[in-house]
């Protein structure tokens, strides 16, 4: 089993910055997917950012969704394995309680799907 910690949401205007960090404990060795999830009350969560540690090609090690391409930059600390998400130009779409997720999955591309290990959450609040 893996636990997640998640630090680094608060509230902040339209355009600025924040960095979410993920502390992975347990048996982190087993972790090869990492990823950012998000969901607002009564909303499906969605995935964010995923970061392959495993699998590197021409489409890179990183994913992304769409809308937050070109403003997100998902990241791993491998020694001390903490996972962050640098989140820039912050819209108030992005408003959301994140949540780091983990799987060991083997084969193929890191998915979106089947996360199994969940962090609590940080809430993270861009105002107009």
């Known amino acids: 089993q893996v636990q997640l910690v998640e630090s680094g949401g608060g509230s902040v205007q339209a355009g600025g910055s924040l960095r979410l960090s993920c502390v992975a404990s347990?048996?982190?060795?087993?972790?090869?997917?990492m990823g950012w999830f998000r969901q607002a009350p009564g909303n499906e969560r969605e995935g964010v950012a995923i970061?392959?540690?495993?699998?590197?090609?021409?489409?890179?090690?990183?994913n992304y969704t769409d809308s937050v391409k070109g403003r997100f930059t998902i990241s791993k600390d491998f020694a001390k394995n903490i996972l962050y998400l640098q989140m820039n130009t912050l819209k108030p779409e992005d408003t959301a309680m994140y949540f780091c997720a983990a799987k060991p999955q083997w084969s193929s591309r890191c998915s979106w799907q089947n996360f199994a290990y969940w962090g609590q959450g940080t809430q993270v609040i861009v105002s107009s």
């Open positions: 347990g048996h982190t060795s087993t972790i090869r997917c």
């Open positions: 970061f392959d540690s495993a699998v590197f090609t021409s489409a890179g090690n990183t």
